[in-house]
C-alpha cells in the first residue's frame, strides 16, 4: 500500500521499513459503523508515525462522508497523520469518491486519496507480479477479469514466502468482484500452491483419497486445523491458548470445514464456537 501510496497517487508518507496491519475497529462502543476494510500503521507498533486506511468500494452507494469519519477517529485515537487510500475497481466509481468531502466542520475538507483502473497498470508479468505483490493485489481487483492478470498473481505466489503468500491472496480474494474471486479459484485449484482462504473451504485435504489409514486422516484433521489457525492469523485475530488447544484437538473434519469458514469472516476467534 504505501508502494502505491508514493509512487502512484505521490503521497508523502515517513521513510520507514516498519508496516503492520491494526484492528479495524476505532471505536470502544458497539458499533459497526467505523469499521474500515483494512487498517495499517507505519512505524514501531508501539508508537506509530502515520496511518493507513484502506477502504474498497465497488459501488457509490457509500456517503463519503464515512471515509472523513474514519480518517477523523483513526487521527483521535492514534494522534498522527492519516491517509485514506479508496480502491475502486470501476473508474466511474473512482471518479465519484475522487471529490473532496466537505464535512460541515469550519476548516475540515477531507481529500481521500482514490485509485480506479486508470491509475493501476494490468499486471500480466508474472516477474512483475512478484516484484510488487501489492500492486499485483490492485490490479487483481481492478483488471481480474482478464485471464492474464490473474494468472501472473498466481504464479507470483508460488514463489512468495507461504505466510506473506496468503495474506496476499486473501487481499485480493475479499476484496474482488464475484467473477474475479471465482476466476481466482479457478487458476488457484490448478497449481500446487496450498491456497488458505475461503476456497479452502471446499480445498482443503484436496489430492488426497477418502477411505485411507488412520495416520492420513490424522494428517488432514491437522492440515485443516492449521488452516483455521492461519486464517485467523492473517486476519489479525487474537488466539488464545484455550483456543489455539481445541482447534488443534479437533480431528473432525466437518468440524474444521465450519471453523475454516466462520473463520473468514469472524470477529474474534470465539465467533467459530457460536452457532449464530
Same mark, same amino acid.
Given at each position: 500500500?504505501?508502494?502505491?501510496?508514493?509512487?502512484?497517487?505521490?503521497?508523502?508518507?515517513?521513510?520507514?521499513?516498519?508496516?503492520?496491519?491494526?484492528?479495524?475497529?476505532?471505536?470502544?462502543?458497539?458499533?459497526?459503523?467505523?469499521?474500515?476494510?483494512? *487498517?495499517?500503521?507505519?512505524? %514501531? !507498533? #508501539? $508508537?506509530?508515525?502515520?496511518?493507513?486506511?484502506?477502504? &474498497?468500494?465497488?459501488?457509490? @452507494?457509500?456517503?463519503?462522508?464515512?471515509?472523513?469519519?474514519?480518517?477523523?477517529?483513526?487521527?483521535?485515537?492514534?494522534?498522527?497523520?492519516?491517509? *485514506?487510500?479508496?480502491?475502486? %475497481? !470501476? #473508474? $466511474?466509481?473512482?471518479?465519484?469518491?475522487?471529490?473532496? &468531502?466537505?464535512?460541515?466542520? @469550519?476548516?475540515?475538507?477531507?481529500?481521500?486519496?482514490?485509485?480506479?483502473?486508470?491509475?493501476?497498470?494490468?499486471?500480466?508479468?508474472?516477474?512483475?507480479?512478484?516484484?510488487?505483490? %501489492?500492486?499485483?493485489?490492485?490490479?487483481?481487483?481492478?483488471?481480474?477479469?482478464?485471464?492474464?492478470?490473474?494468472?501472473?498473481?498466481?504464479?507470483?505466489?508460488?514463489?512468495?514466502?507461504?505466510?506473506?503468500?496468503?495474506?496476499?491472496?486473501?487481499?485480493?480474494?475479499?476484496?474482488?468482484?464475484?467473477?474475479?474471486?471465482?476466476?481466482?479459484?479457478?487458476?488457484?485449484?490448478?497449481?500446487?500452491?496450498?491456497?488458505?482462504?475461503?476456497?479452502?473451504?471446499?480445498?482443503?485435504?484436496?489430492?488426497?483419497?477418502?477411505?485411507?489409514?488412520?495416520?492420513?486422516?490424522?494428517?488432514?484433521?491437522?492440515?485443516?486445523?492449521?488452516?483455521?489457525?492461519?486464517?485467523?492469523?492473517?486476519?489479525?485475530?487474537?488466539?488464545?491458548?484455550?483456543?489455539?488447544?481445541?482447534?488443534?484437538?479437533?480431528?473432525?473434519?466437518?468440524?474444521?470445514?465450519?471453523?475454516?469458514?466462520?473463520?473468514?469472516?469472524?470477529?474474534?476467534?470465539?465467533?467459530?464456537?457460536?452457532?449464530?
Amino acid at each position: 500500500m504505501t508502494e502505491i501510496l508514493r509512487d502512484l497517487m505521490r503521497v508523502e508518507l515517513p521513510d520507514t521499513p516498519l508496516i503492520q496491519e491494526e484492528d479495524r475497529t476505532f471505536n470502544t462502543r458497539t458499533s459497526d459503523d467505523i469499521e474500515p476494510d483494512l *487498517v495499517f500503521t507505519l512505524g %514501531p !507498533k #508501539q $508508537s506509530p508515525v502515520h496511518v493507513i486506511i484502506v477502504e &474498497v468500494q465497488q459501488d457509490s @452507494n457509500k456517503d463519503a462522508r464515512q471515509f472523513a469519519r474514519y480518517a477523523a477517529a483513526a487521527w483521535l485515537m492514534m494522534k498522527v497523520d492519516v491517509t *485514506v487510500l479508496v480502491v475502486c %475497481p !470501476k #473508474q $466511474s466509481v473512482a471518479d465519484h469518491y475522487a471529490k473532496p &468531502v466537505e464535512s460541515g466542520l @469550519n476548516g475540515y475538507r477531507f481529500q481521500p486519496q482514490v485509485v480506479g483502473p486508470r491509475d493501476i497498470p494490468a499486471v500480466i508479468d508474472p516477474l512483475e507480479a512478484a516484484a510488487d505483490l %501489492p500492486l499485483a493485489v490492485m490490479s487483481v481487483m481492478t483488471h481480474g477479469r482478464d485471464r492474464k492478470v490473474v494468472e501472473a498473481f498466481a504464479t507470483a505466489l508460488n514463489n512468495a514466502p507461504g505466510e506473506h503468500a496468503t495474506k496476499y491472496y486473501e487481499y485480493a480474494y475479499s476484496m474482488s468482484m464475484p467473477d474475479i474471486q471465482r476466476l481466482l479459484e479457478e487458476i488457484m485449484a490448478s497449481t500446487a500452491w496450498p491456497v488458505y482462504s475461503p476456497f479452502a473451504r471446499e480445498h482443503f485435504g484436496r489430492g488426497r483419497e477418502e477411505g485411507k489409514a488412520e495416520g492420513m486422516a490424522e494428517g488432514q484433521a491437522k492440515e485443516a486445523a492449521e488452516s483455521v489457525l492461519l486464517v485467523l492469523r492473517t486476519r489479525g485475530l487474537d488466539i488464545p491458548d484455550d483456543t489455539r488447544t481445541r482447534i488443534t484437538a479437533c480431528t473432525d473434519l466437518a468440524q474444521l470445514h465450519t471453523w475454516l469458514i466462520r473463520a473468514t469472516t469472524a470477529h474474534t476467534s470465539q465467533d467459530l464456537f457460536s452457532e449464530q
